[in-house]
C-alpha cells in the first residue's frame, strides 16, 4: 500500500518548512521595524554600574528585561526599564529624522519644516533608557570645559575636520579642544568680540555696555563660542542651531557648559517671547534672511528690544560681487522699511539698531510693507505659533519709556521690571518671591548636606521657572539655568528674560528639544502634579528627565508626598537612587509637599564597556 508523497521524500517538506520559517521571521522583523520597536532591545543588553555615587556605593546589578513587580495600590511597577539600542544614545524623539521618514510627513524643506518639531505619537514613544556611549566619562568641570571636553562623550570629530580651517574644534589625544574660533571668526571669539564693542563704542570695549547688554541671541551658533566668551562679560546667549549637517554641534556647546537649545528658524515662532534679547548676531549664518516677504528677520525683530542690535558678519556686508551686492541692497532697503538703522558698517560686519519707540513705524506712508500686525495679535504667544511677516509695535508703556526701562545688570535681576503688570503682578508679589525662592535655594542646600562640591553643577534646568527666583537664587554660583515656562500656565517667561536670564517656552507632555546628558540638576517644583492634572504620563516625564539628565545629575522634586512616593517605585527601574527627603514646611508650602533628592547612576551597557576597555 502506498503511503503518500511526504512519507516518500521528507527532505522536501523540511525545505518547505524552512522556507515558511524564513518568510514569516522576515514579514515579523519588517513589522517590528515599522512599529519602531527596532530602538528596543528587551532583555538583551545588562547593565553594570560603572562609578560610585557621591553618597553610595551600592552595586546596580538590575538588568534591563522588562520586569514588573505587583503593588496593592498602584498594579504593577517595573522592576527594570528596557535600555534602547546603542544607536540611539543621542535621540531627541521630537527632533527625530527617522521618525518624519517612517511617518512620511509631507514638511517643505525649503522652509526648514523638518528640522522643526515633529513628536511621536504616544504608542510610538521610547520606553527605554537611553545609553551613554562607549567610554563615556563624567563631563570635564566648568571653567575648563569651556575649552576641552572627553571626545568619548560625544564621539563626532568630522566637525573638526570640515572646519579645520575655522578653528571652531581640535582632536588632541582623547580630548576635544575648543580654541575659540568660528566660522567669521578663525582668530577666536575674544578679539572679534573686543572688535564689536569697539565698533559699537561701549566702554572699555566691553560688550556689556555697563550691564545695558545682558541677554543675546546667536541664529547658527556654531559650537557656540560667540556666547561662550560672552560669559566672560556677564552676558548670557541663548546659542540656537537645528539639527542638521552639523547635527553635533549644540550638543558640543552643552557639553562645554554653555547655553545652547535646539531649534530652526522655519515656521514658526522661536520658543522666546518679544522684546527678550538686546543684540541678535548671525556670522555666516547661512540663512537666507530676504525669503517669504523677510519673515525671518520679522522674527528676529520680535525677540529684540527696544533699541536692540542684529550683527551681521557675513559676505553680503563686504563682497564686491554683483549676486551679495545684489541681497545686501535688498536687505539694507527691507531693514530700513522695518524702521531699523545702520548703527555702523566695518570690514566685514554690518550692525544695525532697532527703535526705541513707534514713532517710525507712525510715520510710514499707508501699504509700505512689511505692515504692521494686527492689534489682536500676541508677540509672546509662541508654543506651535506660526511666524508672522508683520512688525510688532511697541506697548505704549514702551513708546512712553522710550525703551524697555530696565536696570542694568546686575541690578536687573532683582528689580521688579514694567512688564509685571501684563500678568497683573505687582512689585511686592515680585520681591517676595525673589525673597521666598532664596530661603527654599537655601534649604535645597542644606538637604544635599557637606558633600556638595562647588562645581557639580554647571547645566541646570528649573522645569516650572514662574518668575525665575529659582535661577535668580543661583547667581552667586557657576552655573547657567534654563528656565522653563509650561506652555498652559501664565506666561510669565518675558519676566524671566527682563531679569536677565534665560529660558524657553515648553509643553511637558512632550520631549523637550535638547540632546541625551544635557544636564547636571534638574529642577522639579509642582511639574508633576501639573503632568498628573493633565493626564499626562508620570513615567514618560520620568524617562525623559532620566534622558536629559546626565549620569551622576541630581533632581529635586518639590511637590506631593503622594507622588514622591510613586516615584520612590521606580527609582531601581531607572538606576535612580535616593539622596534625601525633607518635609518642606520649612519652605512655606502645601503641608503635603516635599523635597525630595534623587540621584542618577552611572552606568554604561556590558556591550558598551567591551568597547571601551
Wanted: hydrophobic share 35%; with cysteine; net charge neutral.
Amino acid at each position: 500500500m502506498t503511503r503518500g508523497r511526504a512519507d516518500v521524500n521528507p527532505k522536501k517538506r523540511l525545505i518547505t518548512w524552512i522556507i515558511v520559517l524564513v518568510f514569516c521571521c522576515g514579514c515579523f522583523y519588517a513589522y517590528t521595524r515599522s512599529r519602531g520597536s527596532s530602538a528596543l532591545e528587551y532583555g538583551s543588553k545588562s547593565l553594570r554600574k560603572f562609578g560610585s555615587s557621591y553618597w553610595r556605593g551600592d552595586e546596580d546589578t538590575t538588568d534591563t528585561s522588562t520586569k514588573h513587580e505587583e503593588d496593592a495600590d498602584d498594579g504593577f511597577i517595573p522592576k527594570s526599564f528596557p535600555v534602547c539600542d546603542d544607536r540611539h544614545s543621542e535621540i531627541i524623539p521630537c527632533l527625530d529624522r527617522n521618525l518624519i521618514y517612517q511617518t512620511r510627513l509631507k514638511l517643505d524643506l525649503s522652509v526648514m519644516e523638518h528640522y522643526e518639531r515633529h513628536c511621536p505619537l504616544p504608542e510610538k514613544r521610547y520606553n527605554c533608557l537611553i545609553p551613554p556611549p562607549p567610554g563615556y566619562k563624567v563631563p570635564i568641570k566648568w571653567p575648563k570645559s569651556r575649552d576641552q571636553i572627553w571626545k568619548a562623550n560625544i564621539p563626532h570629530t568630522h566637525l573638526a575636520t570640515e572646519k579645520s580651517d575655522q578653528n571652531w574644534m581640535v582632536v588632541k589625544g582623547d580630548k576635544v579642544v575648543f580654541p575659540g574660533g568660528g566660522t567669521h571668526f578663525h582668530y577666536g571669539a575674544d578679539k572679534y568680540l573686543a572688535s564689536m564693542a569697539n565698533m559699537l563704542n561701549f566702554p572699555k570695549n566691553s560688550m556689556n555696555n555697563e550691564g545695558n547688554v545682558r541677554t543675546v541671541f546667536d541664529a547658527g551658533c556654531g559650537v557656540a563660542s560667540f556666547g561662550g566668551y560672552l560669559l566672560a562679560y556677564d552676558i548670557l546667549t541663548m546659542s540656537l542651531a537645528p539639527n542638521d549637517v552639523h547635527e553635533n554641534q549644540i550638543q558640543f556647546a552643552l557639553e562645554r557648559g554653555i547655553p545652547a537649545y535646539l531649534g530652526v528658524l522655519g515656521t514658526k515662532r522661536l520658543p522666546y517671547p518679544s522684546r527678550s534679547f538686546e543684540l541678535a548676531h548671525c556670522s555666516r549664518c547661512r540663512i537666507d534672511w530676504l525669503q517669504r516677504n523677510g519673515i525671518l528677520l520679522l522674527e528676529l525683530d520680535r525677540i529684540l528690544r527696544p533699541g536692540g542690535y542684529f550683527a551681521y558678519s557675513s559676505p553680503e556686508a563686504y563682497a564686491q560681487d554683483e549676486e551679495d551686492l545684489r541681497i545686501f541692497r535688498a536687505m539694507s532697503a527691507f531693514v530700513e522699511r522695518m524702521c531699523w538703522k545702520i548703527a555702523v558698517k566695518r570690514d566685514q560686519t554690518v550692525i544695525w539698531v532697532k527703535p526705541l519707540t513707534n514713532d517710525c513705524y507712525m510715520q510710514r506712508e499707508p501699504g509700505t510693507q512689511p505692515p504692521m500686525c494686527r492689534s489682536d495679535d500676541d508677540p509672546d504667544l509662541v508654543w506651535g505659533v506660526p511666524m508672522e511677516a508683520c512688525i510688532t509695535p511697541y506697548s505704549n508703556q514702551v513708546h512712553r519709556s522710550k525703551g524697555s526701562a530696565l536696570a542694568p545688570w546686575p541690578a536687573r535681576l532683582t528689580t521688579p521690571p514694567p512688564r509685571l503688570a501684563d500678568l497683573g503682578y505687582s512689585d511686592d508679589m515680585f520681591i517676595k518671591d525673589t525673597e521666598l525662592w532664596q530661603r527654599r535655594v537655601e534649604h535645597y542646600w542644606t538637604v544635599f548636606g557637606q558633600n556638595l562640591e562647588s562645581d557639580t553643577f554647571r547645566n541646570v534646568m528649573d522645569m516650572k521657572a514662574n518668575l525665575g527666583s529659582f535661577a535668580a537664587a543661583l547667581t552667586n554660583k557657576e552655573v547657567w539655568v534654563m528656565n522653563v515656562v509650561p506652555e498652559d500656565g501664565p506666561n510669565t517667561l518675558k519676566i524671566v528674560y527682563d531679569r536677565g536670564l534665560l529660558g524657553s517656552v515648553h509643553n511637558w507632555c512632550e520631549s523637550y528639544s535638547t540632546y541625551p546628558r544635557t544636564y547636571d540638576l534638574i529642577h522639579a517644583w509642582t511639574v508633576f502634579s501639573d503632568i498628573e492634572r493633565r493626564g499626562c504620563s508620570i513615567v514618560d516625564l520620568l524617562l525623559e528627565m532620566d534622558r536629559i539628565l546626565r549620569p551622576k545629575g541630581y533632581i529635586i522634586y518639590n511637590d506631593k508626598r503622594s507622588i514622591a512616593e510613586v516615584i520612590k517605585k521606580y527609582l531601581g527601574a531607572l538606576h535612580w537612587e535616593s539622596v534625601a527627603i525633607s518635609d518642606s514646611q520649612l519652605v512655606e508650602q502645601e503641608e503635603d509637599d516635599v523635597v525630595f533628592i534623587i540621584q542618577k547612576k552611572m552606568w554604561l551597557t556590558s556591550e558598551s564597556l567591551k568597547d571601551s576597555e
